[in-house]
């Protein structure tokens, strides 16, 4: 007998359409979902995935941004190549330095869009879930502050915890517009939502005296 999961899978209305039309995962419908609301992802767009694999949101980024786009994905796990020559995979961890000087050197500098679906993996304590997912959530934040263009916008998974209104007033300050949402195909039981950033504004650096 299948576990639970693979049982419920089988009545997943989202599970069973990404197997029908060739989509990675059934989340690959969420970013559909979100940027059909935010329009994140244009044409020609630079692209980078923090936590990709197996990299559903990822084809959906190749899919809008065209020939002339590029998109980046990073994951723990392998991500299966994709036939267009306008992705890159990266397989490590991108709370390090490595690999986000790795990502800064195949971008050659900025992105348009940063997406990131990147859940920690979880022990089961709640304190230390919450943690870890706070963690996850500053560091996608610190390098949408490094990487993002201005106007260049930003969606990531959160898990609401005790930190999650002080981390919407501080997105409040970086970009024009903040959303939280949960796309219909993200499931009802779960604590998941998504938070949007619309039209990044860069810190100006301070001039220097001297
Ligand atoms: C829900 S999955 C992403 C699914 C993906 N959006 C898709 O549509 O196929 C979350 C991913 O985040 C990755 N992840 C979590 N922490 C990470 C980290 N520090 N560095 C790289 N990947 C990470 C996990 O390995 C996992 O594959």
Redesign the pocket.
């Known amino acids: 007998m299948g576990s639970r999961w693979q049982m419920e899978k089988k009545h997943d209305p989202y599970y069973k359409k990404a197997k029908k039309e060739d989509?990675?995962?059934?989340?690959?419908y969420?970013?559909k979902q979100l940027d059909k609301k935010f329009k994140l992802i244009k044409e020609g767009d630079t692209v980078v995935?923090?936590?990709?694999?197996?990299?559903?949101?990822?084809?959906?980024a190749l899919e809008k941004v065209g020939e002339e786009g590029l998109v980046i994905g990073?994951?723990?796990?392998r991500i299966k190549p994709f036939p267009e020559e306008n992705f890159h995979g990266i397989r490590?961890?991108?709370?390090?330095t490595e690999?986000q000087e790795k990502v800064m050197n195949l971008i050659g500098g900025k992105a348009k869009v940063v997406?990131?679906?990147?859940?920690?993996?979880l022990c089961g304590i709640k304190n230390i879930d919450q943690l870890r997912s706070i963690d996850?959530t500053n560091?996608v934040i610190g390098i949408a502050d490094n990487i993002l263009e201005p106007k260049g916008n930003l969606v990531m998974?959160v898990f609401q915890g005790p930190e999650y209104k002080d981390m919407l007033t501080r997105l409040k300050k970086k970009y024009r517009q903040v959303k939280t949402t949960k796309p219909p195909s993200s499931r009802k039981k779960s604590s998941e939502m998504y938070v949007v950033g619309l039209d990044f504004k860069p810190k100006k650096n301070k001039k220097s005296k001297d």
């Open positions: 989509y990675r995962s059934r989340a690959s969420k970013i995935d923090l936590g990709a694999a197996p990299g559903g949101w990822s084809q959906v990073v994951d723990l796990n490590g961890d991108f709370t390090t690999v997406i990131s679906d990147a859940s920690p993996s996850l560091t998974k």
